[in-house]
């Protein structure tokens, strides 16, 4: 027997004086209660406490579930006229786990129902042999859609855009677009957009010529021609377009929606600021990982899978690490004859690290959302190499003191400070330079800037460390 | 005299085949002519190069100039009618500058044309004397809406949100509200927004009871009434709402608009996507450079703010390096009788960080992006030390072997593995634990999570090495 108590609702319109954080909290509770009912076996219970819920919310219980609570889940789901929402919503490696269990006739199913940009997104990720029977199963219309927008390269704005778009022609008046508005909404063989923002004006060659913000033409009176109210300066993405690309003119120019053009200049979709928000977050995250030596985000990846990706960035730190042994080996003397210099020697090479890691952070960003150009470069390395010296002055102070009263021994202070003002001098200038030199060759500067970047801070560090050493001290 | 060649065009709807990266490129060039004609001195030319630039653009570019040519180009600005929106478009420290420059009595005629949620953008900036002279030059009707959102803490709902709100009452039909919107156009009075996506059902006492979408409402005929094609089950955001948890709530939504609430339930908002998407980037971003050791992105500030900034970072780190030299310098007997465990010391100790780095960096974004709950969070640790034994099992092989073959000496192959084995595990747990941990007790788990960590991992991969090698080889 479900139970549909007051706490199903807490999801909805619950906003309330004092409410903290209500998002979190009530996923906690919920969560707990979903999973009790599992670990119960009482699927009746667990039917009613997720019936409620919004098709997002019950994508993110899916995720954090164990595959045989999902799998339960999942039969519980199996006629939910939500299902293609919450399919869509799913993370990746989730997603593959439901396709899976779902088998391929659901999928078809799902696809189905989908707007064709969602619909491409589950499309796209399939095997081979999938994708054909999945699209073998689903209308000649639909199909025809996702097969056109899967020819397009993958993360281009062809795969991202949506392919139901609201066009009129340039003798339209407002009246008439509200009217066929009006009528179109029974009509299944025009498959116009269920929510829309921006509708286009286009030529008798389909291609557009100004775009008519929906709230606009509510507000203007029948008889208005609509090339009177369209916008003529519109942002035009092609069909080829990066996603990173759409999504930095999308922020740029506060759009909703953006009309896409083939290399005829056609219009043959249009892109919505929900599937940029999605894009903001994948890029950004993307950023975030790599600078953090992780391929992709790994949480809900099998462990295997997670050591393997893993392994190959440590792989190359291992090397690293080794050079920098090496270089510490070529001063066996001086570590022989001095242990205090082994003691102290990890300590310039990690503010030297840290130093650059902070520089490379600010810079790869900056690369990131095109706020470094040619304009500015070289004043960011100036500014970026002052900053190194001033802060390398003041830490060299500091732990030159420290070495000194430490060892009792004011050549050592005076050996590490030097080794210090070096070394962030070199971090400031390796931070900013080698990501604006891996932009250059076209490659991604979050993915390798880091490694090249502790590489040099721990050989500079050591060498300058242990080589001042080896001149002054013995 | 002003020179509008066709390369003013650039901006503006090129499309093409085979266009790889057109706004980058654009831009570069662009502003290549923009600084040169800058440095010539040649002002009607750089008028007449900005002058077709949409106003993000010159945001931007005013960002990257230098603040001798920026305050030329401003001189240029000076009646722009693009004015506000680029000011409002500035990054934070770049619009501090330029609204020293402009001058108090600008900035209110700026304020004064802007939305209210962009408004508040500004006024919030100020000092608290410079607030009340901006708010005194402008009119009473705007001055109390931007008075009233400054009165909501900051980064919340009240701030970000729009107070121009459509509404309707409940016995409205379509051909009415579409009667209301289209006789409202001209009416100052009114202080209806220029654009919006949703219009929202209130009730007498202004509660909002529903949401419409405007395609919806234009696809609707006349005489429906505007409560039988409301949204019912709308998401409401209280006024006092984090915009962190607004920003959640959009995205997981996909919502393009969003009503906002006082404490009693009224209607006195709402929040559009737009502003949704900065919320994004810009709470992104502060996890970004936080991960990296900088308080916030600090690419246009002065030299000495940003050394400044990035010094209290460093001086933690400092004070963990020290504490990882006392560690070693417990083992001083053991260095002294084998210089090789010196040399190899480093690669323990670096391979446990990185180690730990990639737990930590998909641990923190996890909990950035409520991924992690109490549901899974057992799971994940789990998964994570396993990740970290497997991992330690593999580079103790490989460590090990290096240390053997380069020393000749087994025994300290050995050391070093069992040293990796112990640091990779311990990475694995920290990596997972702290972040979880700093989330508990309220912190930012961006903010302090990695110095915790290296500090962890530097200290027992020294002492694990160095206490290993003191026990076996000696």
């Known amino acids: 027997m479900s ?29 707990d209660l979903i999973v009790q009912a599992l670990d119960a076996g009482d699927i009746d219970r667990v039917e009613g406490l997720i019936e409620p819920l919004h098709y997002a919310d019950v994508a993110d219980l ?3 579930l164990t595959p045989d609570d999902r799998h339960v889940v999942l039969g519980i789901l199996g006629d939910d006229e939500d299902l293609p929402e919450i399919v869509s919503e799913l993370d990746e490696t989730v997603r593959d786990d439901v396709i899976d269990d779902l088998g391929l006739a659901s999928v078809a199913a799902v696809v189905r ?10 499309v796209e990720e399939l095997e081979e042999h999938e994708q054909k029977q999945v699209l073998d199963a689903i209308p000649v219309s639909d199909r025809t859609l996702i097969e056109e927008s899967l020819s397009f390269p993958e993360d ?31 009509d299944e063989t025009l498959d116009l957009p269920e929510m829309f923002y921006d509708i286009f004006v286009v030529s008798p060659t389909h291609m557009p010529v100004g775009t008519i913000p929906v709230s606009r033409l509510l507000r203007t009176k029948r008889p208005v021609k609509t090339t009177e109210i369209m916008e003529p300066e519109m942002r035009i993405i092609p069909v080829t377009m990066d996603q990173e690309d759409v999504a930095f003119i999308f922020r740029q120019r506060d759009l909703t929606s953006a009309p896409v053009v083939d290399d005829g200049g056609r219009l043959v979709g249009v892109v919505t600021v929900d599937d ?34 893993r392994f190959s960035w440590l792989f190359v730190n291992l090397g690293t690490a080794i050079v920098a042994s090496m270089v510490i080996s070529l001063f066996e003397g001086t570590l022989e004859e001095i242990v205090a210099v082994a003691i102290l020697m990890p300590i310039v090479a990690s503010m030297g690290g840290n130093a650059g890691t902070q520089t490379m952070t600010v810079t790869v960003r900056a690369l990131a959302m095109k706020e470094l150009s040619a304009t500015n470069a070289m004043r960011v390395v100036g500014k970026e190499v002052l900053v190194g010296g001033i802060n390398g002055v003041l830490f060299a102070i500091l732990s ?26 070199v971090a400031g200038i390796a931070g900013t330079t080698i990501p604006l030199f891996l932009e250059r060759l076209g490659a991604d500067p979050a993915v390798a800037s880091s490694v090249f970047l502790t590489t040099i801070t721990d050989v500079v560090g050591f060498a300058a460390f242990l080589g001042l050493a080896a001149v002054f001290l013995l």
């Open 62 to 64: 899916l995720e954090r």
């Open 156 to 186: 281009s704005a062809g795969r991202l855009m949506q392919r139901e778009v609201v066009t009129v022609p340039e003798f339209w008046s407002v009246g008439q677009t509200i009217d066929f508005l009006r009528e179109s909404v029974d």
């Open 276 to 309: 940029v928000v999605d894009v903001i977050h994948e890029e950004v995250e993307e950023d975030i990982m790599r600078l953090g030596g992780v391929r992709e985000d790994d949480l809900y990846e099998a462990t295997m899978a997670t050591t393997w990706s």
């Open 113 to 122: 129902e989908l707007e064709s940009d969602d619909a491409v997104q589950i």
């Open 400 to 425: 030159g003191v420290v070495a000194w009263f430490w060892f009792e021994n004011i050549g050592l202070g005076l050996v590490i400070a030097m080794a210090m003002v070096v070394n962030m001098l």
């Open 3 to 31: 139970e549909p108590s007051e706490n199903l609702d807490v999801e909805r319109n619950d906003p309330g004086p004092g409410d903290g954080d209500p998002v979190r909290d009530l996923h906690v509770e919920l969560e």
